[in-house]
T-cell receptor, first 118, second 110 residues
């Protein structure tokens, strides 16, 4: 079945540095990818929607200059957390959907990335 | 805005016990409802779905019925197995943009 690979699965970084998370669709073309964030004991919250070749659409309250999203190809989207701070520590998870079955295709999720900022 | 509330876990059961994980929602319009499952070390997988009132979604022995009158979509299984141990997420929305509950961890012991 469809597989979404997310890398790294966990990362620890120092405050002020930037971290890049990759999300790849391995056996299908993902025209749309979604980035979610989950704090402990809370829901997955949609951060942004990215469409291949265009700018991402950010949800209210998400800083687009802090969470840079690039969806340069049909199989890869990246999320860069710039100038990370401890409050950015969270679980980030991506998902992808396809073009042809966009109206009926379920989302395929990556395994998530646990980010810890010290 | 739209929201999903699920029971807090962990839910701890013995093998072959009956499972219910409660899920209620608030939404404008008539969204589709989903249950996703996350096994240890893996991503979320769609378990079942229902797209309109009174629909019953089912898969792998799990069932959930879209109840508009009670705004609920409770997950049930008649006899759980150790391999069902995972985190279960209730969600609503379209197939692409989803609103998730907080997840309920299920632990099944032999």
């Amino acid at each position: 079945g469809a597989v979404v690979s997310q890398h790294p699965s966990w990362v620890i970084c120092k405050s002020g540095t930037s971290v890049k998370i990759e999300c790849r669709s391995l056996d299908f073309q993902a025209t749309t990818m979604f980035w979610y964030r989950q704090f402990p004991k809370q829901s997955l919250m949609l951060m942004a929607t990215s469409n291949e070749g265009s700018k991402a659409t950010y949800e209210q309250g998400v800083e687009k200059d802090k969470f840079l999203i690039n969806h340069a190809s049909l199989t890869l989207s990246t999320l860069t957390v710039t100038s990370a701070h401890p409050e950015d520590s969270s679980f980030y998870i991506c998902s992808a959907s396809t073009r042809d079955r966009a109206n009926n295709s379920p989302l395929h999720f990556g395994n998530g990335t646990r980010l810890t900022v010290t | 805005g739209d929201s999903v509330t699920q029971m807090e876990g962990p839910v701890t059961l013995s093998e072959e016990a009956f499972l219910t994980i409660n899920c209620t929602y608030t939404a404008t319009g008539y969204p589709s409802l989903f249950w996703y499952v996350q096994y240890p070390g893996e991503g979320l997988q769609l378990l079942l779905k229902a797209t309109k009132a009174d629909d019953k979604g089912s898969n792998k022995g799990f069932e959930a019925t879209y109840r508009k009158e009670t705004t609920s979509f409770h997950l049930e299984k008649g006899s759980v197995q150790v391999s069902d141990s995972a985190v279960y997420f209730c969600a609503l929305g379209g197939f692409q943009k989803l609103v998730f509950g907080t997840g309920t961890r299920l632990l099944v012991s032999p």
